[in-house]
């Protein structure tokens, strides 16, 4: 079992859905990072958050630190936000464990 | 600064040679990460510098990686005899501190 788990693996959705991938994670974390990784490889961050809940802009994201669970959400869903996302949690000073990714494609 | 550079972006290989990777991180980030990432799969961590100190080494790097940061700046990544399970997208990463920030990658195949 990874340390990091993310669902769905695989998201389709219309343009204007409201869209949530989850993570949750096994071990114990300094931080926790959303990622949006588009086809080409590059790796943009999103939020990092130790607990609560962060906004931008159409997008939100929340952590449960008792739970070890976080959310992304996105709001108003369009198809420039067709991207994988990845959650990766910082374990330790330094150590990024990664999620496998969720990969959302937005309809128009 | 334009964040962390990597160079090359793509590169194609034959088998049994030997391929190298830099990375330039943001100017003021003390620690520099690699991470590879193949396809379907989230980045997997293969070593950590801060400043020119190796500090972790991934069982995934075999005796074939190498990794350096000679002056604690830009790092280097080499590949000798690539086979075809290296393919894959290497990943540079730096920070100051807990906030990572990525490279583009360079994505290698071997053929």
């Known amino acids: 079992k990874n340390e990091v788990e993310q669902s769905p693996q695989n998201l389709t959705a219309q343009e204007g859905e409201f869209i949530t991938i989850n993570c949750s994670y096994s071990?114990?974390?300094?931080?926790l990072h959303w990622l949006q990784q588009h086809p080409g490889g590059g790796i943009v961050s999103l939020f990092m958050?130790?607990?609560g809940k962060k906004k931008h802009g159409r997008l939100i994201a929340t952590i449960n630190i008792q739970e070890k669970h976080s959310s992304l959400h996105i709001t108003a869903s369009h198809p420039r936000d067709s991207a994988v996302y990845i959650c990766?949690?910082?374990?330790?000073?330094?150590?990024?464990?990664f999620g496998t990714g969720t990969r959302l494609k937005v309809l128009a | 600064d334009t964040g962390v550079s990597q160079d090359p972006r793509h590169k194609i290989t034959k088998r049994g040679q030997n391929v190298t990777f830099r990375c330039d991180p943001i100017?003021?980030?003390?620690?520099l990460y690699w991470y590879r990432q193949t396809l379907g799969q989230g980045p997997e961590f293969l070593t950590y510098?801060?400043?020119?100190?190796?500090?972790?080494k991934s069982r995934l790097l075999s005796d074939r990686f190498s990794a350096e940061r000679p002056k604690g700046s830009f790092s280097t990544l080499e590949i000798q005899r690539t086979e075809q399970g290296d393919s894959a997208m290497y990943l540079c990463?730096?920070?100051?501190?807990?906030?990572?920030?990525f490279g583009q990658g360079t994505r290698l195949t071997v053929v």
């Open positions: 071990v114990g974390i300094s931080a």
């Open positions: 100017s003021e980030h003390n620690r």
């Open positions: 990766a949690v910082l374990s330790g000073t330094y150590k990024y464990i």
């Open positions: 958050l130790s607990s």
């Open positions: 990463a730096s920070s100051k501190e807990a906030k990572a920030f």
């Open positions: 510098f801060q400043n020119e100190a190796q500090l972790e």
